[in-house]
């Protein structure tokens, strides 16, 4: 995964859910009727993604401020992170 | 007017042509056969449900006799569902089951206007459980013993829902059981009215359960589900009951439908307030009175788990 490659929602009308006291929560794409399960790490990315494409080292950034781990913890975890994201059609690069 | 109304001489000859157009929950199905054991179950299991005059309904379930030899030796039933013939014929002992399963098939492939989820209800006081389990896991079982205990009975296999009310329809369908189920609910509940034993396709002995008759005439009323359920039967375990996350049990419910993804957003809006409104657990028993026990404590529980609200983006 390079570090420059920008990520972009796969359906930018993507929803959730999340409640008191849960650490899962459920996305639901719209444009692929299809619905997910997903870690708070999952979901962090992904509402960081809503806003913007970002790069792989941004969203790096991003999860290491708002989660307050290492930045090196968060690269060496995020490529499988975000493989499981893309096998489930929830992000791609920009450009694709 | 109900199938009782009918003498059964009249009852036979509409049943036959044009067909005996039965109000279950918010659907009608035009039932036309000519098997006299079609007939005589319709009598026994449908009696109390409300008749319509018809010609319109949702679908139409035919359970006719086939071509050639099939209908005098060793005869056989043929499933037509609105002229379609998705399953190779039984035998014609077979007729009422196959009207049961292929209800079920229509249900789960023909109702588009309403969203189909897989799960048994039941209800005390105006507030409903729904129990959205997988095959094998005793949902059936426990939803007939939680009925022989008191609680009102709302549905064996499908919750219908209105995406744009948000009402849960109930379908007071009779309760497979296979036997061994079916005699501890007899044990329980001497009134209770059991079918002439069917084989399923597996080879396993099965019953139906009459629903009680006051489930086909409040058939219309939506249900508020307080609580949902995923059941799990164990033999030899212990009773435990675990909260469940209500993110986890909408993907859950989501999975327990048919048609959830036909309705996009109103059908993910629409779930989650149903997920939003219960409280959730998955319950793993193996002693039935225990599971009653937790079942009556549930329901003198005044919490209203409407105040956990969600945050939605």
């Known amino acids: 995964m390079r570090p420059d490659t920008r990520w972009r929602l796969t359906d930018p009308d993507l929803v959730w859910r999340a409640w008191p006291g849960e650490t899962e929560v459920v996305a639901f794409s719209p444009r692929a009727g299809s619905l997910h399960l997903l870690t708070s790490s999952a979901h962090a990315l992904l509402q960081e993604l809503s806003r913007r494409p970002l790069t792989t080292a941004d969203i790096t950034e991003c999860i290491a401020s708002e989660t307050a781990v290492a930045c090196d913890v968060v690269e060496e975890a995020l490529p499988d992170l975000m493989q499981v994201l893309r096998d489930a059609e929830l992000i791609q690069p920009v450009g694709q | ?313």
């Open chain 2, 1 to 313: 007017v109900t199938l009782t109304h009918l003498p059964d001489s009249v009852a036979r000859r509409r049943l036959a042509d044009p067909g005996l157009f039965l109000r279950v929950g918010p659907l009608t199905v035009r039932v036309c056969s000519t098997h006299e054991s079609v007939n005589t179950y319709l009598r026994s299991h449908y009696g109390h449900f409300p008749l319509e005059d018809g010609p319109d309904a949702h679908f139409t379930i035919d359970l006719g006799a086939p071509q050639g030899v099939r209908r005098w030796i060793r005869p056989q039933v043929v499933f037509r569902a609105d002229g379609h013939v998705p399953f190779y014929p039984l035998p014609a002992s077979m007729a009422s089951a196959m009207f049961e399963w292929g209800f079920n098939w229509c249900i789960a492939r023909r109702v588009h206007h309403l969203l189909v989820l897989h799960c048994a209800v039941v209800s005390r006081g105006g507030r409903a459980v729904l129990l959205p389990a997988q095959p094998e896991a005793g949902k059936s079982t426990l939803s007939a013993a939680l009925v022989a205990h008191g609680w009102e009975f709302a549905s064996d296999e499908f919750a219908l829902v209105d995406v744009e009310t948000g009402a849960i329809h109930a379908m007071p369908r009779p309760i497979s059981l296979k036997i061994g189920s079916s005699d501890i609910i007899a044990a329980r509940w001497p009134a209770a009215q059991f079918s002439p034993d069917v084989f399923d396709l597996r080879g396993v002995r099965i019953r139906y359960l009459r629903p009680p008759i006051e489930s086909a005439i409040k058939d219309r009323r939506a249900v508020d589900a307080r609580w949902i359920a995923i059941p799990q039967y164990r033999a030899g375990w212990p009773t435990v009951v675990e909260p469940m996350s209500r993110a986890r049990m909408l993907a859950h419910l989501a999975d327990s439908s048919y048609n959830f993804s036909q309705f996009g957003r109103r059908g993910w809006d629409c779930l989650a307030a149903i997920v939003e409104g219960a409280r959730s657990f998955t319950l793993t028993y193996s002693n039935i009175d225990e599971a009653l026990a937790m079942f009556d404590r549930l329901s003198a529980d005044n919490e209203d788990p409407r105040s956990r609200a969600s945050t939605a983006a």
